[in-house]
């Protein structure tokens, strides 16, 4: 049975540390040759098939290809692979999905965030994923999926999944090497801080509508909210009126 193999595989195989680092150089290797978008390893852009490319090769190598093989035999489709714009602080996400049907079978899907990924090696030249210092995106993006496929393995093998729980950390370092379970990647809020000086509570200008307006930044994810004081906005907690605006970074400056 494929979830016994991979149970016993997943709680009982040993390699040094030298070993999984030679694995994993394997892997980086591979990708950057058969990538169709991944002309170096700080590549510019990225599609699903290069998910499914390092899933795939990370499986064989790791697990014997016995994760994909469980993930098909338990949902009866492929794994599907996501990329998402919008999530900016997790790197990625692992979800199991199963509808009201009665015999409904569980979906799989990993999403990966580029913003982290893009952004954080546009200013930073390491970050550390995992608690391992990578040194260009295809790292980071290695270190982000081996995290998912745990939470993968772990949802497949015990329907639940926690990377701050023992078991987890402890396949990700038998398994990964990760003495974390956390990344250190930019949020927009790192990267309005580090590239443009500017951080929640600072004063702003803005151009809008001809006219330059000033405000507080409130918030910061892929834009910046600003309140700016407005006597026919709405109430916040400091008793003043504000109407809200949302930014793109880059046409802020600090006043
Ligand atoms: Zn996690």
């Known amino acids: 049975m494929i979830s016994k193999s991979l149970t016993d595989l997943i709680n009982h195989r040993q390699r040094s540390l ?16 058969h990538s169709d978008n991944f002309n170096s390893p700080q590549f510019k ?9 390092l899933f795939q090769i990370t499986d064989e190598q790791v697990f014997d290809g016995l994760l994909g093989q469980l993930c098909e ?7 599907a692979f996501r990329l998402s714009t919008r999530m900016t ?9 199963r509808d009201n049907r ?3 079978l569980p979906e799989f899907e990993i999403t990966i965030a580029t913003s982290p990924l893009f952004d954080t090696f546009n200013v930073d030249s390491v970050a550390k994923v995992g608690g391992v210092t990578c040194h260009d995106r295809l790292q980071a993006l290695q270190r982000i999926m ?7 393995a772990e949802l497949l093998l015990f329907s639940d999944s926690n990377c701050n729980g023992s078991q987890f950390k402890n396949y990700a370092r038998r398994h990964f090497g990760h003495t974390e379970s ?7 809020r790192d990267v309005a801080r580090k590239k443009l000086g500017i951080s929640p509570g600072d004063t702003v200008v803005f151009d809008i509508g001809g006219r330059t307006v000033t405000g507080v930044i409130n918030r910061i994810t892929k834009r910046a909210t ?3 004081a407005d006597a026919k906005g709405t109430k916040y907690s400091d008793g003043k009126r504000y109407s809200k605006f949302y930014v793109p970074l880059n046409m802020l400056r600090r006043k």
């Open 45 to 53: 852009s990225i599609s699903n098939a290069d998910l499914g490319l």
């Open 73 to 79: 035999q338990s949902s009866r489709r492929p794994l």
């Open 89 to 97: 602080s997790c790197g990625g996400m692992t979800t199991m999905q």
């Open 102 to 104: 009665p015999g409904a």
């Open 18 to 33: 030298q070993q999984t680092r030679r694995i994993q150089r394997t892997i980086y290797e591979f990708v950057l040759r």
């Open 146 to 152: 081996e995290h998912e496929m745990l939470h993968l």
């Open 182 to 188: 956390n990344h250190r990647l930019l949020t927009p």
């Open 226 to 228: 600003v309140l700016v």
